[in-house]
């Protein structure tokens, strides 16, 4: 479940709670009782898990790539290659 963080616009007081995608937001403060708590915008924070992606698809690394021939001038008419 995500956390949410309120503040309200007429005590300050700020508080986070734990809250289901689908809960109707906070409006009333818990502190001053008044209709003036209203979410704020912060960064997102998530924690992986479990063996996950990483374990199985990238925890060896990027691959080499294969070095690419350099292409003749000639066109391969001569013996330069």
Same mark, same amino acid.
């Given at each position: *479940? +995500? =956390?949410?963080?309120?503040?309200? !616009?007429?005590? %300050?007081? @700020? /508080? #986070?709670? =734990? @809250?289901? *995608?689908?809960?109707? +937001?906070?409006?009333?403060?818990?502190?001053?009782?008044?209709? !003036?708590?209203?979410? *704020?915008?912060?960064?997102?924070?998530?924690?992986? /898990?479990?063996?996950?992606?990483?374990?199985?698809?990238?925890? %060896?690394?990027?691959? +080499?790539? #294969? #070095?690419?021939?350099? !292409?003749?001038?000639?066109?391969?008419?001569? !013996?330069?290659?």
């Amino acid at each position: *479940m +995500p =956390i949410y963080e309120y503040r309200c !616009a007429d005590c %300050g007081f @700020q /508080k #986070e709670f =734990i @809250q289901k *995608m689908s809960d109707a +937001p906070l409006t009333t403060c818990p502190e001053c009782g008044k209709e !003036a708590f209203g979410k *704020m915008l912060s960064a997102a924070g998530f924690q992986l /898990k479990g063996s996950g992606w990483y374990q199985t698809d990238f925890k %060896g690394g990027a691959k +080499p790539k #294969e #070095e690419a021939k350099p !292409a003749a001038s000639c066109g391969g008419s001569c !013996a330069c290659h």
